[in-house]
């Protein structure tokens, strides 16, 4: 894609001077951002099609659905802890104003 773009950039008249490439003028980086950000948009397009078509096939469906994690003792001791700090955040708030 980028090839493609750059030999439609050279036909268009883009880089036919002899320049260095430390003496880019306003006009050329413009021209060089614009190539790059529609190279960008270009190649997500196409990876969000090549994706699309994958899906459509099969491929990424697993063949079970994964197992939920189990709470354990620690978890549900973690969650009352945090449950009672905001409690006492809230009240001392509502105390103090």
Do not use: C, N
């Not at 197992?67 to 973690?78: E, H, I, T, V």
């Amino acid at each position: 894609m980028l090839s493609t773009m750059q030999r439609s950039m050279r036909l268009r008249g883009f880089g036919h001077t002899q320049r260095r490439w430390f003496s880019l003028h306003k006009k050329d980086l413009q021209r060089l951002v614009g190539l790059l950000g529609t190279l960008l948009i270009r190649s997500y397009e196409r990876a969000e099609k090549i994706y699309t078509a994958m899906r459509l096939r099969g491929y990424g469906r697993l063949k079970r659905p994964p197992a939920q994690p189990k709470a354990d003792a620690g978890s549900w001791f973690l969650t009352a802890t945090v449950v009672a700090i905001a409690i006492v955040f809230f009240t001392t708030e509502l105390l103090i104003s």
